[in-house]
Structures are given as structure tokens and as C-alpha cells.
């Protein structure tokens, strides 16, 4: 397994602000992935962040609000932009761990809300 | 495309009794199933997996899983609920080198 970590833990914003928040692996992983748990709903894949490529984004989601930075192997950001009430959600990173099938580790989240 | 449907939104079991949440699951191939649970304020934790081979695997704090191919479910069971497995269980379906999909999760209460 892994152990990850994730800052800050939750925060409060205003709309029209950014928030940017940091996601740290003990160990080297070449995939991460960031999801999103808006209130009482399940998890949605925002973007897949590998270590050297840009991140790839899924439907519904763009790099000019959620940019994605993955400087290493135990790093990587998530930017939520110009926030708005909408954006109050869960934010979850999980890495893929390889071994002949992958298996994902989840972060502890990010429970950010937009005022 | 990939899906994950989990029936039950909410289930309340009494304590001791035994427990069976349902997934099913729509995918051309044989998918990598899997089992989270939330507890309140938590992130997600990993209860099991299964990749191949058994069709019934065991995982953590008790749980087992049966794979059905023929029914296309992946069913969580514990014969004796405890008061702390109240949580929010998610099953999801992935294939190898991307993401999971996820089911909409089954809030499981336990009543003394």
C-alpha cells in the first residue's frame, strides 16, 4: 500500500478565488489521480496526472479551472479556480499502484467550501 | 462504457446480524472489482479487490466478496455487522492502467 497525504485537510474560500491543493506520496508512483466527491454523491474522476506527460482530463473537466502540476514521482497539485459555490466538494488523490494489476490508495480528501 | 450500479442507497442492519451489499457492474472484459468504505470525514479506504482466480475473496475487517460472471455482480457480505462498520460503502470497477469508475455508494446503518 501507500501512505498519502493531503494539505490542507479542508478550507473555507470566496468565490472568485483560487485554492491549489498539494497531494505527497511515500513512495514513487507513476500514476495519480484526482477525483472530486461533491455532497452526498460519489466520486468523479476530474484528471490523470503521470509523471512526465500533461494530465489528461475527463469530460466535464478543464485544465483552466482544475490545472494539475506533477513536478515528480511523490508529488502533485491540484488547482481549483475561480471558485464558486458549485465547486464545494470533496477533493481526493489516489495513486496506482503497479504489481501486475493496479490497485488505487486514496489521500484523506480535501473538504473545500465555496462561500 | 463502464458502469457500477449499486441498488441499495441505504441499508440499516442490527448489530450481529449479518450484512450483504450489492454491485453490479457493466464492462465487455473481466474487470478489476473493487470495495471502498468511507467512514464520516474519512477518505476512502480499500476492503478488497478482485483481479482473478478465487472467485470469493476476503478482504479486511471481516468482509469477503463473491464475483458472479454470470450475474455480473461482486457482492460484499460480513456475517456479523459491528457497530463501526457504519459507513459509506463504494464499489468500482477498473481496468488496468486507468481510473475507477464508481457506484453511487450504500450508506450501511447500524442499529443496536
Known amino acids: 500500500s501507500a501512505v498519502i497525504s493531503q494539505k490542507p485537510s479542508r478550507d473555507i474560500c470566496q468565490r472568485g478565488t483560487s485554492l491549489t491543493i498539494q497531494c505527497q506520496v511515500d513512495?514513487?508512483?507513476?500514476?495519480m489521480f484526482w477525483y472530486r466527491q461533491q455532497p452526498g454523491q460519489s466520486l468523479t474522476l476530474i484528471a490523470t496526472?503521470?509523471?512526465?506527460?500533461?494530465?489528461?482530463?475527463e469530460s466535464g473537466f478543464v485544465i483552466d479551472k482544475f490545472p494539475i502540476s506533477r513536478p515528480n514521482l511523490t508529488f502533485s497539485t491540484l488547482t481549483v479556480s475561480n471558485m464558486s459555490p458549485e465547486d464545494s466538494s470533496i477533493y481526493l488523490c489516489?495513486?496506482?499502484?503497479?504489481?501486475?494489476?493496479?490497485?488505487?490508495?486514496f489521500g484523506p480528501g480535501t473538504r473545500l467550501l465555496v462561500l | 462504457a463502464q458502469s457500477v450500479t449499486q441498488p441499495d442507497i441505504h441499508i440499516t442492519v442490527s448489530e450481529g446480524a449479518s450484512l450483504e451489499l450489492r454491485c453490479n457492474y457493466s464492462?465487455?472484459?473481466?474487470?478489476?472489482l473493487f470495495w471502498y468504505v468511507q467512514s464520516p470525514g474519512q477518505g476512502l479506504q480499500l476492503l478488497l479487490k478482485?483481479?482473478?482466480?478465487?472467485?470469493l475473496v476476503q478482504g479486511i475487517k471481516g468482509f469477503e466478496a463473491e464475483f458472479k460472471r454470470s450475474q455480473s455482480s461482486f457482492n460484499l457480505r460480513k456475517p456479523s455487522v459491528h457497530w463501526s462498520d457504519a459507513a459509506e460503502y463504494f464499489c468500482?470497477?477498473?481496468?488496468?492502467?486507468?481510473?475507477?469508475?464508481f457506484g453511487k455508494g450504500t450508506t450501511l446503518s447500524v442499529s443496536s
Open positions: 489516489s495513486v496506482g499502484l503497479a504489481g501486475g494489476h493496479e490497485t488505487q490508495y
Open positions: 496526472a503521470n509523471q512526465g506527460s500533461e494530465a489528461t482530463y
Open positions: 464492462y465487455g472484459a473481466t474487470p478489476y
Open positions: 468500482a470497477v477498473g481496468v488496468g492502467g486507468t481510473a475507477l469508475i
Open positions: 513512495s514513487q508512483v507513476t500514476m
Open positions: 478482485y483481479f482473478s482466480g478465487d472467485t
